[in-house]
């Protein structure tokens, strides 16, 4: 039986790569697009590289019936997505991709997104959408909160050693190289390419960006105790693909040991040898995550650089991995689409 | 039943992109991959992002055995492929991407690359791997040669409206803009990233591109007259796309018409509305060729602009399209994935 | 002496380029910066890369006492510069880098710019600032309009070869490729980096783009008879550079020898030898053009291929080149820095 | 008085660099240009760019007649270097652009280069090049060093929180971004546009990149105790440019304040107000650093960022500026070209 999907929002970068996906999964089929601001219009004409499929035009979120459809992906702004979510049918599958929905602690979302949570029931049902650290849960959630995608790299590097206690908790630095899709579609001065080609830059410097509230949310969880690590993000002259130089204080063969064990069953969370480390180039257009771990020549210091495409595993193929799971379907179908290099 | 397929020259860029393909085709499995200078090496080691598929150890050609082999792909140097292909077994099926079995007469080809070909009689069997054009003799031929990617950007602008006799055969005029990886993995200089960055220019200039005794050879057939085009091709900086931009005299209107009614049943060849003219970025690494037509504001001129991924339609793509015809698979399978965008 | 300059719109690109010419020029000196928008803010905060100067703040237009100034450039949009040059006294000399004058013919502005033009007595007034070609009339001039970037690539490449005859007028196409920094720092989504990043594509195809109507006014009238071209833009992922491939039909040698011939004593324009042809990277960020000939296969047709930067000789060093000779001061003064490569 | 300036190594990116800053130099002239694989060919043809300068031809070392020479850059490859600056005439002023110079104690040498230093007399005379900190020692020089340019950001942003004893001296790490023209001309299939493009990866990963060896000694010698930092360099895809991103432990007022006095004087080096940090996009082409300091949410942790050219004031800028100290000039001449964006 083939899932009849709705993707909210579908007029972003996440709402294309959605379609991308799906394009060629055989269990998923395309039944409603919304995109407010260009209901009425083709996906063709918002997306010309999706031209050859056979798509419904964009609608509003109100035209579309939901009767039918067996899940919805929601690819919209912040705040904005609650605001839909809590009018959507009860009953209905919904995968949110938007930040609205990772933090379980009111106070925290507040405090990272600036105003308080106005579907304060449905945080509680969510489910954060870290797929192989939430799988159970997801596969019985009707709401399942996309992770930032900043957030799934760094977590896919550092949980595992978390977990196995093989790392000082209070000297975490997460050096993060990110591309400038990850921004999305908007019109920003910093993200023309006039601007960012041959540039490179931090941003949100300080511990001010807000998947740190993923990070706390997530590590303190893990360790059982309050976890702050130190996060500085940087915008790279590249369209896809996040880069995390992870440095650690531990031993760089039990660091390695324990990312190697955690994953050694997961299809999409590839550990290299030791010694060896990954490029953004590698993953590109995947549903792949590359890590590596390397000895730093100080004794007892180890780096780990994990590696993803932020609009595939970083965002829009998590959530349909995670959709596979909520709908019963085999985990990685449609997933297992190679990089593109180059 | 699935395919044994065999790639020989697997460590290049269009060996790695018939691998991508391979990866996710229904049909095809890969049964050996040769790369002589890294005989001996995974795949993984040449190429990463092709590290989570189980591939086997490149060997030489020397090493596989052809006997379970069903096709192979022959992704070698030029001139190198002349000699290899004769060596291989009579009965099995080869789809070369080289350009040693293009030119159907001996002159032309010693005229354009230099000596005189090696293998007369494996070219006179060869059939031309434009798939549209060459359909039926393809699905019965035992090797076929794959075209140049400008050859078939230019082709698939052009033949048509030559057909249809809409245009000028002596005023045309191809500007074609290249992307780097048509150059293969290749070390030199003017292929550097600090070089070709932030860089455009021409190159073959004049008339003197390799690829110009293809147009010369079959739009001549089609004409029934020698047809001489002016072709320059142009380097930018991007990886992966050509843009072929046609000059021609002939009333607009006409000219699409040709194409649009030509290329009506045709899967991957997309006709935009007339005034509407394409982007490489909205083909990328996908086999599709998104082609358009503008009339010009001297009345009797027209511009077409064909765009297309030079690894994947005007090369590997093309060379599974024609696998599949060969082996009796439905033209099409494997090579629906969308493009990558952004 | 040195000449205290203006800069109205410095907030853009060329107004930024103007300063970095300025910045060394030995006989000019910045004395008011105007960016209404940004009227208050320092020049670091809006373009940091200058943070090392010491300039005046932005003010408005009104703010600034021209009683002291020598000259002003004037980097101001389309149709906003007219109304500003109107205003200012009657016996500042400027340099308008907008399209506002470029065309003499009030018909022919109305039709490439969609209104009737609101200072007719300023356009009479007004010298078409393509300086090798119209020297005498700019060292004289009050107004000097600077020209289009696109046109005055084409115009290099095509002035000579018309007024020497050598080649046939009513076929000529000028195919360019335009970097994205011509567009200016403009908020458009195909100027995002993640769009145009690995992409390219045509604009403005038809015979549309404004510049065709400087193309038409020029060659008119250097060849005493209507003379209209074929046009076609295209963008490519780089930030600065015109590379204009120029499809003629004529002896090739007479094609360069009329380049060389004329351009002998053109420090700026630099003609290769013949049969060599330019990139843009190696005329980035400086004032000089490099032109290059070679004969087409076809005999009887030849390509001239023209390379500049779009902010330097197609705009602000052309604007600093006019200026230097309606100062007095040496030509070339203040504009002989080196190209940047890589 | 003109002091005449001999390159040797004129053919890679750090000669091509030095001849762009002499162009414009008003007391530099260049009088003899070496690249012993490309003797005898012109620099246009090794440099298109600097086309229109009246440069020498290139010739072999052995040519060039070092008796009219007042100083000479040798930006030959590393080990090469020693072994040339060791025949040339005693009393030759030399700027080495190389790494034969940099590191005082053979030992270390021997360890960080792989071999025995094979001219010791001319190590212990070089002074390390590092301008704003050897400043006084460099004007007496006859050989001096060029830093790494790796090695030079690095200091610039912690030399003087070392000297200010104001961080914890074991607690340092430098996450580096480096654009590809450092790694020189050289045909490595890592620096093809294919493979870089759209690609970010570390190397030298672990504390085994050379430019440790500076690091090392210089920290070392400010604190009078070992120093042992860690650096992790990262390959992004961009020409030219370093953003070293230094994560310190200690007051962020206190870390800025360090920067901004020690440096309050020095022209190239500017410290941005605290809280902000600096892009590489904004001092490309230029001798300027930027440098900038952020508070990192957790108390007692700071962000220090650094920019430069690295072929600039990371190479041949400061060879530059060493020069003019060496040749009785005012430090910063010819040095003051802004930087060129976009």
Known sequence: MTAKIAILGASGYTGAELVRYIAT???MEIA????NSKAGMEMAQVFPHLRHLDLPRLTTIEEIDFAGIDLAFCALPHATSQAVIAELPRDLKVVDLSADFRLRDPAA???WYGKPHAALELQKEAVYGLTEFYRDDIRAA???AGTGCNAATGQYALRPLIEAG??????IVIDLKAAVSGAGRSLK??????ELSEGAHG???GGIHRHLGEFDQEFSAIAGREVRVQFTPHLIPANRGILATVYVEGEAAAVHAALAERYAEEEFLVVLPEGEHPSVRHVRGSNYCHLGVVADRIPGR????????????GSSGQAIQNANLMLGLEEGTGLRLAPLFP
């Open 25 to 27: 999964h055989p269990d």
């Open 32 to 35: 409603a697009l919304s995109g």
């Open 109 to 111: 979302y507040e405090k």
């Open 142 to 144: 009707r709401l399942v």
């Open 166 to 171: 093989v790392i000082d908790l209070d000297r």
């Open 189 to 194: 001065e910093n993200l023309l390419h006039a």
């Open 203 to 205: 941003y949100a410097v």
């Open 302 to 313: 180890a780096i780990v650089i994990a590696a993803l495409d932020n609009l595939a595993k």
